[in-house]
């Protein structure tokens, strides 16, 4: 779990350790369908998204091998 907190008037990148996107939850719902923010790509093992100001409270699954 994460929260992350963007201060008003400002985008961030979030890189989220995760298997995929669709592992990614913000609040109760799948990151698609979240408010805010967008896919950006991966990097490696992290999901990369573009987030707008405001909070956000991420989930996400990563297989450890």
């Known amino acids: 779990e994460w929260d992350v907190e963007i201060p008003a008037n400002t985008v961030a990148h979030i890189f989220v350790p995760a298997d995929s996107a669709v592992s ?14 967008r896919k950006a790509g991966s990097d490696g093992r992290f999901q990369k998204f573009t987030v707008g100001s405001g909070r956000y409270h991420f989930t996400s699954v990563i297989t450890v091998h």
């Open 24 to 37: 990614v939850k913000e609040g109760d719902a799948a990151v698609e369908s979240a408010k805010g923010l």
